[in-house]
T-cell receptor, first 110, second 117 residues
Framework: QKEVEQNSGPLSVPEGAIASLNCTYSDRGSQSFFWYRQYSGKSPELIMFIYSNGDKEDGRFTAQLNKASQYVSLLIRDSQPSDSATYLCAVNDSWGKLQFGAGTQVVVTP | GAGVSQSPSNKVTEKGKDVELRCDPISGHTALYWYRQSLGQGLEFLIY????????KSGLPSDRFSAERTGGSVSTLTIQRTQQEDSAVYLC???????????????FGPGTRLTVT
């Protein structure tokens, strides 16, 4: 079982709609959770981090964490074509190492 | 402020040659990480430096790979006797490290694209 699991996609989202990305993790000791955006041919760019259960909002992005169910999600409101990218979920394990999911490709269609 | 910088941005080398990749972290960041990303693949952890502690080398794929971090700042990743399977983008990231089990966010450099012919 992979430590961090994401649907590979592609997730097709109409412009203006909400994109919902999910990520599950296996290590109950994980305390730090991150979402990165990666455009094709570019390096990952941090967009959100969350440490506590609940929601954290930053502009059009909302991260949701549920430690009991071991999942973290990312919502992108009012999706724009510029949001088309691969979104990487990253979770620290009990030894502190950051484990990355394989990424979910999001395609926003005009 | 300045982000993480890496050089060179692209490197083409012949099989069997040695290469050195450089990373300059964000000023004040005590932790530095190297990752590898092959085409269409996820991020593969290679090595982690935290301050003056011994590095975590658990992700290095073979003894042809080594890395050092001088003066707690700049890091060099060296690949000896390169093989075609070493072709990938090598990414460096830096952060404030860890605190009581929490991991601070990592910021990535632009990467070095290595092609072994």
């Amino acid at each position: 079982q992979k430590e961090v699991e994401q649907n590979s996609g592609p997730l097709s989202v109409p412009e203006g709609a909400i994109a919902s990305l999910n990520c599950t993790y296996s290590d109950r000791g994980s305390q730090s959770f991150f979402w990165y955006r990666q455009y094709s041919g570019k390096s990952p760019e941090l967009i959100m981090f969350i440490y506590s259960n609940g929601d954290k909002e930053d502009g059009r992005f909302t991260a949701q964490l549920n430690k009991a169910s071991q999942y973290v999600s990312l919502l992108i409101r009012d999706s724009q074509p510029s949001d088309s990218a691969t979104y990487l979920c990253a979770v620290n394990d009990s030894w502190g190492k950051l484990q990355f999911g394989a990424g979910t490709q999001v395609v926003v269609t005009p | 402020g300045a982000g993480v910088s890496q050089s060179p941005s692209n490197k083409v080398t012949e099989k069997g040659k040695d290469v050195e990749l450089r990373c300059d972290p964000i000023s004040g960041h005590t932790a530095l990480y190297w990752y590898r990303q092959s085409l269409g693949q996820g991020l593969e952890f290679l090595i982690y430096f935290q301050g003056n502690s011994a590095p975590d080398k658990s992700g290095l794929p073979s003894d042809r790979f080594s890395a050092e971090r001088t003066g707690g700042s700049v890091s060099t990743l060296t690949i000896q006797r390169t093989q075609q399977e070493d072709s990938a983008v090598y990414l460096c990231a830096s952060s404030l490290g860890r605190d009581r089990g929490f991991e601070y966010e990592q910021y990535f450099g632009p990467g070095t694209r290595l092609t072994v012919t």
